[in-house]
């Protein structure tokens, strides 16, 4: 490679003849006089070019020949394109006027930048003013419901959350559906350290045709990010801010204090009368009212206060944010500072987000055709929090509700477990010890971050036609986590409350680099008027490593706090009996390397007619060496009708191109290691010989599949970009479809084969659908005006072939795996979309009707189907009234018979979730009046199912974990078999009373000890979002430059401020955990342990010195 | 001209800042290959470990599910209805869902580890090390490690034939996921013939148990000949085989009459195995390596039981000498042992005294009181009637379906509060190992293959062994001496079996031999008829009389006390030996309960409250309202529910014990179905060479 480079370097400095130059100048300005400082002059038809000064200035240097005929092109974003003829002027002077399209902007594509009516193939973009425009903490999440084809769907409210970008759905299943992110030409794994106001633009390429370029990289988009350069002029200080308060939307109701005992008293009694009886003792209730002096029993809970635990873990919360940034340069070199410090408290206890950034970028001109540009962006951030579920109860957050809801004081019996002892299991939802607020207050996870990225690129205009440049990036990252859990988090209690151990403590770290090299040649074909080709063609390397290492150790002594633990990880419990109670290890990562090769030709013939060709080949060091190689074509044409001479008459008209395109492209989104057979450490093994535990090793369990090879998606793509009626409307239609082949799938192979699964390339899917985006100016005044903007998609995704070995079945096992019934509730099909939810169709409750009742036996009528034995599991209270091994009982969930064999079993599950949305999309009003601006962003999904797992684990009996907890406050009026009369708890089995009891049931009788699956719990998950609503105030300019400011902005605005949906839990926005329970395959649309998003109200400043 | 050649030379230099291949080649060291993994003994057993660890894991599941509560002994704890693997247990009352977690992971489980040892043998075969011993008939490290992949092998293809019947079988290492594309069920015979076979051969190159540093947490030779022994009489004995299958030149004996494409037969050549097993299991009992039958109670007066100090040296997390093998549980990580298989608790999860136990593992009453000889030292050791409550004190035992101190009569072998070093930290956490082949399970195959073949003074001298410490020296004349010399043919054999039970019970190895030796109609029968009786008697009279002349009744009597009242200085009691005249009769008969006495310093003494429960009525029959009765509750005994909760609960103790093989099968002389489907799974991915049989869903 050396000697590549520098044979590379000899032709640069030796192959180059310079020609005697001469010098134009001139001056650029708006309508108005003000020099627009930052435009960009060029000769048409070469590289040769530079940018005005703060004072509007320029200077361009060029050969004589170049200079021959020349016409020079003049540029501004938001002002409308001009050239002009040089002749044999050398000095030019020109006025731009304001653009009222955005034909002219300039759209980032891979490798370069074309201007939007260039275009040949399909991005949508978005300028950083509408990401800064929205107060969050992650700016890809500011994206949300403003690109067409581009889903964004944030995890949940938890601070740091995970942002995903869907673009056109994702032709995965196993492997990562993210869009490849390139922020200034550097590929990055995410955005979110990014702050919003150092963003220039975001592109986001959709189809072959702009994505191919990035090979086997592109299959899913990609995003591209251009953060804020520096403008020639005088030093500009900017500097942007906001506080946020930040407030819940919505807590779920649960029981008062009466229900709550009385729920439990029955459901304890159901389960054995030592539940009951201990129940009875804590509260002073039934038989133990007398004991404890309750002369009241338990009415005196009537008039009791209940807490729900919810609010005592989840609350207000208060943010902050600021960016200041100093920009400033000359013709020759440009330069910006940018710092920003960001501070998001979590509305739950415990949780935060806090992300300091600093960035530089510089361009330097060295000569007419030597350019020199860096940049640098560090950023440290740090997450807290922990929302990792338990099965059967979700996150510590999303099951706090479970909680005793009555304060100890207000407790009259017993609640010692000493001598209650059979409360002893249930400490985590009686003692005030385990309250959940304890809890989060007792386990931090805290895990940091800190990158550096830099980027160096010397650009080299070899003649007028011919430019070179070479970029070399290198990033940097070290993460670390330190988690603590302490003793109430670990049960390092005794029995009279006080730490035996302080807690647990691991800290893991891991970093790596990533280097990338590209070279590239672009080529301005010298041609006549009517014809302009460009091509480009370059040579890319990556490569990258990784390593960690991690410790823990266990039972710290009484008294450590967190730091002391971590500042002496060896003071852990040294425990003579030999049980281990530290351990560490270290990972070396397995290198990512790719090499590849890339050329773009783009034609036009009068501007009319277009053609965009561009192939790249890949070499990726994760496959198998006769598999390494993917090659991706792709070809787009457009057609400009709007200049061809028909047209010209049509005068409403102001710009119409038709977009055609077609090509492949690649996903390498897989680990390195699954082509060959590879061992690894499993650390110490619970097995041990004289109780020492032993060192071990494993195969991996997925089978080693050498013939692994890439996912290759072909898209097409229909396109129609219009302007209409004087520039006012605007719009996109794209029409697509993607299929991607050779499927990467996680396929599971018989287990006889000793392993559990291989990757191999089966399967295909495929999404075809609509974007339609339109963007109005209702009115256009100088004090006044209005527009608006909307984006609809409709996509539909579909599994089209699955290997015959894959019967897509997996589970979430939210409900505990082995117990969950149906085990596996999430399925792929084919011909249907990725995540389907199947169980059980619930149809209401065994009523008495359903029973002849004999002697205090209700026996299931014939005709009316039972339940088979395993499906709900015991319903506790009910075994001794009715037959042995008959399962329905009044009030039992019931579910319907699909195939009608008399039996609801097995064979009666069917899908009963649809989680893919007809369609998303968004829209947006911007208003100005004079000083004042408003606007307001929605976004909403339509058609799709949420998979309400959170609900369904509150409603079932789940024994030892259910019992004594708080329950839902629709739980109060569910189903009864016992009644409370006089003071005393009292089953009720004559089938009139049973039936006058439960008169107004809204529920069945929530007793059954496993969890079910079903209808009952899938919703739809249909919203309309008023997501932000932001209205500011510029001062007047004349007013504020008196005191020396350049503008001055003050906003306020509300994020989430209005959600239309008929879900009924916390948000139908959910993407939590896609793979809950180690799930193989997506599972879209759970909601089981959500953190849940804030309203935020949120007061900005925008200053510019 | 000259631009051309610019693009010309661009991109000349563009293709030729190509790189090396080797540059794509990448790995991580974290990552090994097999060539570092076998280097040396030391990474090797590595492998082993990871095995031993899977090992410990896959097996537990159906373990829990059917061995331990599914024999004419052994039973559950909660209601038939309560749980889906009461149907799998009870011979499928319903159809199964044949893509059960616990029947997928179990199949999974072995096949891994028998890949796993596949993977091992093949590689330690290429050591010069390796074929250098073998060459010289002497045993290494190499070649030990070597026959304990063999040991994984035959013990994990055991496993699936036991449960599943006829299943691919694969000697050599799958590495590519194609190698089963034309995998078939392989006759149980033949994997028989060839995981035996291939024991005897690798067999004198491994270590006795106590030789080269090997415990019973490994497999050892002494291991590997007890389970050819005991793979032989599996072999040898009765099983449930497909009409639909082809056996080869097999012929059988069959027994009963053909039901769902199935028949109960064994092999007409059986005897052939019961000399194989003979052989091997002679070969243990002749040459035990360091372990033997424990005889003699070394802890000196008051406990006088060797047959409770095997399951005492569990307790002490110490190997029992008596132990074939066991698998190596660790303290703080995990046990069922007591949790599931033990004294149930009605502790915490955490901080309890002892901390919950759920009782998974329960005893019939009908062969609790009716087939224990009274004077049978193993009965108390062996089932318990009082639970740990949680906070240091005994809690009877209550009929009712459900876990913890509900449940009815349960494991008594392994306790917390018997532990030399209880773990309060957290439930299921004891790490009290699983002992999976014990000498005196030896011994009895051994007198069973012995009386099989003819040889019936052997087979009495072996029986001897074990009967023999069950029994005090006072009874050793009538109780074993005279019971053993009046016994021959089939009376022989059905002692042989009952001393299984009697001795073996709690363990989960009963429902497997009843199975094998063509025994469980009648066996399902019997208990039945028994447990109903039972039934019957209690709704009848209140009570019930055992042949044996024990009663159960509705109602007994307890009182909670102090022991130091009763001038007792221990709240665990041992083996009773008191007079029943005694004022500490009450408290220490039954024998083998009582609390910990290590939780002083939590604030349980003995000589603090009423931790002890004195029991009267167990076995006697006390009419309520009877001046006993009342005498009993003026010196401050409580009535207390007992049979009645049987009463109450008529169906778990009579009807639903084995549902799916109702009294009409019996008569019928339908096979009794009890193996375990394959999964769609299995099914689907063979091509159409795999198909479930005995009337499962395909």
């Known amino acids: 490679m050396k000697k590549n480079l520098l044979f590379w370097l000899m032709l640069m400095l030796t192959s180059v003849t310079w020609a005697q130059n001469q010098v134009i100048k001139g001056h650029v300005s708006s309508e108005s006089g003000v020099p627009l400082s930052g435009a960009s002059v060029k000769l048409q038809g070469t590289n040769i070019g530079t940018q005005t000064d703060s004072s509007g200035g320029f200077t361009l240097e060029a050969s004589v020949a170049n200079l021959k005929d020349a016409v020079l092109v003049f540029n501004y974003t938001g002002y409308v394109e001009q050239t002009q003829v040089l002749g044999t002027a050398r000095t030019v002077n020109i006025t731009l006027h304001p653009s009222e399209n955005n034909l002219n902007d300039i759209v980032v594509i891979g490798y370069g930048t074309v201007k939007r009516k260039d275009l040949t193939g399909s991005v949508a973009s978005v300028s950083g003013k509408d990401i800064a425009a929205v107060p969050v903490a992650n700016a890809a999440q500011a994206l949300q419901g403003k690109l067409p084809g581009v889903s964004v769907t944030s995890q949940d409210g938890r601070p740091g959350a995970d942002i995903s970008i869907r673009v056109r759905g994702g032709g995965s299943i196993s492997q990562s559906n993210e869009p490849l992110y390139i922020v200034d030409g550097f590929p990055v794994s995410s955005i979110s350290d990014i702050p919003g106001d150092q963003i220039q633009s975001v592109d986001v390429l959709k189809d072959a045709a702009s994505t191919a370029i ?16 520096g403008q020639a002029g005088k030093v500009k200080i900017d500097y942007d801010g906001y506080i946020q308060f930040n407030q819940p939307v919505k807590y779920l109701g649960t029981l008062g204090a009466y229900d709550y005992i009385a729920y439990n008293w ?40 209940a807490t729900n635990f919810s609010k005592a873990t989840y609350g207000n919360s208060f943010s902050h944010n600021h960016n200041l940034s100093i920009s400033g340069g000359t013709a020759n070199t440009k330069y910006i500072l940018s710092g920003s410090y960001l501070d998001n408290d979590g509305m739950k206890v415990n949780s935060w987000y806090k992300r300091a950034n600093a960035s530089f970028k510089l361009n330097q001109k060295v000569s007419n055709r030597l350019n020199l540009s860096f940049n640098s962006r560090f950023t440290s951030d740090q997450t807290a929090g922990n929302e990792s579920t338990t099965s059967g109860k979700g996150s510590i957050l999303s099951s706090a509700y479970q909680f005793r809801p009555i304060a100890t004081e207000d407790v009259l019996g017993t609640l010692n477990d000493q001598i209650n002892t059979q409360l002893g299991l249930y400490d985590q939802v009686l003692q005030d010890a385990y309250n959940p607020y304890n809890l989060m207050k007792d386990y931090l996870p805290v895990s940091y971050s800190r990158t550096l990225f830099s980027n160096a690129s010397i650009t080299w205009n070899v003649t007028k036609d011919l430019t070179a440049r070479s970029e070399l990036g290198y990033n940097l990252y070290w993460n670390k986590a330190k988690t603590w859990s302490g003793a109430i988090y670990n049960n390092y209690i005794d029995a009279n409350g006080d730490e035996t151990y302080a807690g647990n403590a691991a800290i893991s770290t891991s970093e790596g680099w990533g280097l990338r090299w590209v070279n590239t040649l672009s080529y301005q074909v010298p041609m006549n008027d009517k014809h302009n080709m460009n091509i480009v063609v370059g040579q890319e390397v990556n490569n990258s490593g990784s390593e960690g290492t991690s410790m823990y150790g266990y039972k710290y002594p009484a008294g450590f706090t967190a730091d002391r633990a971590f500042a002496q990880m060896d003071q852990y419990y040294h425990d003579p009996n030999g049980t281990v109670n530290y351990g560490f290890s270290s990972s070396t990562g397995t290198p990512n390397r790719l090499t590849s090769y890339f050329g773009r030709v783009n034609y036009s013939y009068l501007e009319r007619y277009l053609i965009t060709g561009t192939f790249r080949a890949d070499q990726s060091s994760r496959f198998a060496p006769t598999h390494r190689s993917g090659y991706f074509p792709a070809a787009a044409v457009a057609w400009r009708m709007d200049k061809e001479s028909f047209m010209q008459n049509i005068h409403w008209v102001n710009n119409l191109k038709l977009r055609l395109s077609y090509g492949a492209v690649g996903n390498d989104g897989i680990s390195a290691n699954l082509w060959k057979t590879q061992w690894s450490s499993d650390g110490l093994t619970k097995y041990s010989i004289d109780e020492q535990q032993l060192s071990a090793y494993s195969p991996a369990s997925t089978i080693a599949n050498p013939n692994l090879k890439w996912e290759t998606t072909i898209t097409k793509n229909l396109g129609l970009d219009f302007t209409l009626f004087n520039n006012r409307l605007s719009g996109t239609i794209d029409v697509y479809k993607n299929k991607t082949k050779n499927l990467l799938l996680l396929t599971s192979i018989s287990a006889i084969s000793g392993f559990t699964s291989t990757y191999d390339n089966v399967g295909s899917t495929s999404n075809k659908g609509i974007e339609v985006s339109f963007s109005g100016d209702l009115v256009r005044n100088k004090e006044f005006s209005l527009s608006a903007a909307i984006n609809v998609n409709i996509n539909k995704s579909r599994v089209d072939a699955l290997a015959p070995n894959v019967n897509g079945l997996y589970t979430t096992a939210w409900g505990s795996g082995n117990v969950m019934q149906p085990t596996y509730d999430y399925i792929l099909e084919v011909g249907k979309p990725v995540g389907q939810v199947r169980g059980f169709t619930y149809a209401g409750w065994y009523t008495v009707d359903d029973f002849t009742y004999d002697n205090g036996i209700y026996t299931l009528k014939s005709g009316v189907p039972d339940i088979a034995t395993g499906i709900i599991g015991d319903v506790h209270g009910t075994d001794a009234n009715k037959p042995s091994g008959q399962v329905a009982y009044p009030g039992v969930i019931k579910f319907k018979d699909v195939n009608g064999d008399g039996v609801v079993d097995g064979n009666d599950v069917g899908i009963i979730g649809h989680m893919t949305p007809k369609h998303t999309g968004g829209f947006s009003l911007n208003s100005t009046y004079k000083g004042f601006d408003l606007a307001l962003n929605f976004n909403w999904s339509y058609g799709n199912d949420v998979y309400n797992a959170n609900y369904l684990a509150g409603t079932y009996g789940a024994k030892e974990d259910g019992l004594y907890r708080n329950r839902y406050s629709s739980l109060a009026s569910a189903y009864k078999i016992y009644d409370i009369q ?41 919203y309309l979002r008023l997501n932000t609503v932001t209205l500011g105030y510029s001062l007047p300019e004349n007013l504020v430059k008196q005191i020396g400011i350049g503008r001055l902005r003050v906003y306020a605005s509300v994020y989430n401020a209005l959600t239309i949906t008929g879900y009924s839990g ?37 200053v510019e010195f | 001209m000259k631009k051309l050649l610019y693009i010309l030379m661009g991109a000349l230099i563009i293709t030729g800042i190509s790189c090396k291949k080797e540059f794509l080649d990448v790995e991580s060291p974290s990552a090994v290959d097999e060539d570092f993994v076998f280097s040396s003994t030391g990474e090797s057993f590595k492998v082993l470990s990871g095995m031993y660890e899977l090992w410990r894991g896959v097996n537990n599941n159906l373990f829990y599910a059917l061995d331990i509560p599914g024999s004419d002994a052994e039973t559950h704890p909660e209601a038939f209805a309560a749980q889906v693997r009461h149907v799998w247990e009870s011979l499928y009352p319903s159809e199964p869902n044949i893509d059960e977690t616990n029947f997928t992971s ?5 096949y891994q580890i028998a890949n796993r040892a596949n993977i091992v043998m093949e590689a330690l075969a290429q050591k010069t090390e390796y074929t250098n011993a073998i060459a010289a008939g002497t045993t290494n490290d190499w070649t030990q490690m070597y026959g304990e992949a063999a040991v994984f092998r035959a013990y994990s293809y055991f496993q699936l034939v036991r449960y599943f019947g006829d299943v691919p079988y694969f000697t050599t290492t799958i590495r590519t996921a194609s190698q089963t594309d034309s995998a078939k069920l392989t006759s149980r015979d033949q994997i028989y013939d060839g995981e035996i076979n291939n024991l005897i051969k690798v ?27 005991k793979m032989a009489l599996f072999a040898g004995g009765y099983s449930l085989r ?26 007409t050549n059986y005897k052939d195995y019961y000399q194989i097993a003979k052989t091997y299991l002679q070969a243990v009992v002749d040459n035990p390596g360091s372990a033997y039958l424990i005889t003699t109670d070394t802890r000196g007066a008051g406990y006088d039981n060797p047959f409770q100090l095997n399951f005492q040296y569990n307790m002490n997390l110490e190997v029992s000498p008596e132990s074939l093998y066991e698998i190596g549980e660790t303290q703080g990580q995990f046990s069922e042992r007591p949790y599931a298989f033990g004294r149930p608790s009605g502790g915490g999860s955490s901080n309890a005294y002892p901390c919950k136990s759920y009782g998974q593992s329960r005893i019939y009453p009908a062969f609790y009181y009716g087939e224990y000889d009274p004077r049978d030292k193993r009965r108390d050791v062996t089932v318990g009637v009082s639970a740990n409550s949680g906070s240091c004190s005994e809690k009877l035992v209550d009929f009712t379906p459900g876990s913890r101190n509900l449940g009815g009569l349960f494991n008594n072998k392994w306790d917390d509060s018997r532990m030399m070093n209880p773990y309060t930290a957290s439930q299921r956490q004891s790490g009290i190992n699983w002992p999976q082949m014990r000498m005196s399970d030896v011994i009895l195959m051994l007198a069973e293959a012995d009386a099989e073949l003819g040889d019936e003074g052997a087979a009495k001298t072996e029986l001897t062994k074990v009967r023999s410490r069950a029994f005090s020296q006072l009874d050793q004349a009538t109780k074993v001496t005279a019971y053993i010399g009046a016994l021959s043919g089939d009376a022989l054999k059905d002692a042989i079996y009952e001393e299984r039970k009697l001795e073996l019970a709690g363990e989960g190895l009963l429902r497997y031999d009843l199975i094998r030796e063509g025994r469980l109609p009648a066996a399902i029968k019997s208990i039945r008829d028994r447990e109903t009786a039972m039934v019957n008697g209690l709704m009848t009279n209140g009570y019930y009389t055992f042949d044996n002349g024990n009663q159960i009744s509705n109602y007994i009597w307890v009182k909670a006390v102090n022991v130091a009242d009763y001038g007792m200085t221990k709240m665990l009691t041992n083996e009773c030996e008191v007079d029943t005249t005694d004022a500490t009769y009450p408290i220490r008969f039954p024998g083998w309960r009582g609390n910990c006495d290590l939780w002083t310093s939590s604030g349980f003494t003995d000589a603090s409250g009423n931790r002890n429960l004195a029991i009267k009525g167990l076995f006697r029959y006390i009419a309520p309202g009877s001046a006993e009765a009342i005498a009993l509750e003026a010196a401050g005994y409580v009535k207390t529910a007992w049979g009645i909760n049987i009463v109450n609960n008529a169906s778990q103790y009579s009807s639903d ?12 002389g339908v096979p009794p179905r009890y193996l375990l489907p394959l999964s769609t799974e299995t099914i689907s991915q063979s091509n159409g060479l795999i198909t479930n049989g005995y009337g499962f869903e395909q």
């Open chain 1, 266 to 305: 029955a459901y304890a009694s159901a389960i054995s009368s030592a539940y009951a009886k201990a129940w009875e003792s804590l509260w002073a209730i039934g038989d133990s009212a007398a004991v404890y002096g309750n002369t009241q029993g338990i009415d005196h809970y009537k008039s009791v206060a």
């Open chain 2, 106 to 110: 179990a199949w999974a489980g072995w």
């Open chain 1, 982 to 1022: 006089n003071g005393q708890l009292t089953f009720v089995t004559d089938p009139s009373a049973l039936q006058a009891l439960n008169a107004d049931a809204t529920m069945f009788l929530p007793y059954h000890e496993t969890p079910v699956v079903s209808s009952f719990g899938i919703e739809d998950g249909s």
């Open chain 1, 1066 to 1102: 916390l948000d139908p926005e959910v993407n939590t955990n896609t793979s809950q329970g180690g799930a193989q395959y997506p599972t879209v649309g759970l909601d089981f342990g959500s953190y849940p998003r804030a309203r935020s109200y949120t007061f900005g400043l925008n």
């Open chain 1, 214 to 229: 990035y090979g086997s990289r592109g299959a899913n988009g990609v995003v591209i990010v251009t953060t804020k350069s």
């Open chain 2, 203 to 229: 067999l004198p190159n491994m270590y006795r148990l106590g030789q080269g540093g090997i415990t019973a947490e490994r497999f050892s030779r002494t291991f590997a000949e007890g389970l050819i022994g």
């Open chain 2, 657 to 668: 014990i084995f549902k799916g093989y109702p009294d009409a099968y019996y008569t019928a």
């Open chain 2, 242 to 267: 497909r009409t639909d299958f082809d056996y080869g030149a097999a012929t059988f004996t069959q027994m009963g009459i053909e039901k769902w494409n199935a028949k109960y037969v064994r092999l």
